[in-house]
């Protein structure tokens, strides 16, 4: 028997390492790497998140060290979460100039000034019910909320907050927050909005880390539901039509169909979020042995980029930029 003649034979540019590098199509950088920080204004030295192995909520005493760590290699941007020493009802402490967010804000900026600090905005932090907004009843008052926001994103850009990136999922919080950056002066503050946000399970170990659990319910009246790529379409589009500069996906892993469509419908840099809940997985089956956490991570990095991510959001992005200094071969 003799086999037909072979038109194509992709295995040619396979051949060698080098080869390969010539023909990749997607490349990461720690240009591309967002790390998440946690702030915690009730502690004086940093306590390990247990579901997020590697993963610290640090005191504001830590915050210029982290800073500095940061942007020594090579990241140039981090993403604060505040976890406040009081919490009321309708979150207040968001808007207080001296709260935890804008002392880490300015202890950042003036460590390293040229680290790009991002603020998340929203309340699940600093209410004591973990929800998103202000309460009616048991759902979250759209209107009423925004009010609040625009407060909150005008407290962090008088602390001298880079970007803004509001994360509560509520109509109209994108053109609310512009205004109120207009108006206060800040015309100059870009907004990345957490436009096509789900619902997911995949939030788990970060509401530890946060502390902003709900206490009653969950988040599906304002988050997407999981089963709709239209809907991500319109949200990206609402949001860019209020003035979005930057627009998130979130999650990231299980949502790759929604990053290419966002990206092939929008114009503005993409950032996507691998959350707290696939950083998890990973950390469980690498600690017993089960995969390979180096070269998984760099594969789901590389992933991203090639989906259509601009920007990545991760809590690996410490050992992702050390591992490209190493060189390492993905
Ligand atoms: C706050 C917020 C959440 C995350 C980022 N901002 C939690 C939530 O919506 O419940 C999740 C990040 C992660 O899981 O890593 N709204
Ligand atoms: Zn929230």
Not at 31 to 49: C, G, R, S, T
Request: with cysteine.
């Amino acid at each position: 028997m003799s086999l037909p003649e072979l038109i194509a034979r992709p295995r040619r540019l396979r051949r060698s390492a080098t080869l390969r590098r010539m023909v990749r199509e997607t490349s990461l950088s720690a240009n591309d790497l967002i790390y998440p920080v946690f702030v915690d204004e009730n502690l004086q030295a940093p306590v390990a998140v247990q579901s997020m192995p590697g993963v610290l909520r640090i005191p504001l005493s830590r915050v210029a060290d982290m800073a500095c760590e940061v942007y020594a290699l090579g990241i140039p941007s981090i993403i604060l979460f505040g976890i406040p020493a009081s919490k009321d009802a309708v979150g207040s402490e968001a808007w207080n100039d001296d709260g935890v967010v804008q002392q880490a804000v300015r202890l950042a900026k003036t460590a390293m000034p040229d680290l790009c600090v991002i603020a998340d905005a929203c309340f699940c932090e600093y209410t004591e019910h973990g929800h998103c907004g202000i309460l009616e009843g048991e759902d979250v008052a759209n209107d009423e909320t925004l009010i609040n926001l625009q407060k909150e994103v005008v407290s962090y850009a008088r602390a001298g907050v880079d970007i803004i990136a509001p994360s509560g999922m509520m109509d109209g919080m994108i053109a609310a927050i512009r205004e109120a950056l207009d108006c206060a002066g800040f015309q100059h503050v870009p907004i990345m909005s957490y436009a096509v946000k789900y619902a997911s399970a995949y939030y788990g170990p970060f509401r530890d880390a946060a502390d902003s659990t709900p206490s009653f319910g969950n988040r599906a009246s304002y988050q997407m539901d999981c089963g709709n790529q239209r809907e991500a379409v319109r949200e990206a589009l609402l949001d860019l039509e209020q003035g979005a500069d930057f627009l998130m996906v979130k999650p990231a892993l299980a949502y790759m169909d929604i990053i290419k469509i966002v990206k092939e419908i929008s114009d503005v840099p993409l950032a996507v979020y691998n959350v707290s809940g696939e950083y998890a997985m990973v950390k469980a089956a690498a600690a017993n042995g089960w995969i390979d956490e180096q070269r998984v991570v760099m594969e789901t990095m590389l992933s991203f980029k090639r989906a259509g991510a601009d920007l990545i959001v991760t809590y690996h992005a410490l050992d992702v930029a050390r591992w490209l200094k190493n060189e390492v071969s993905l």
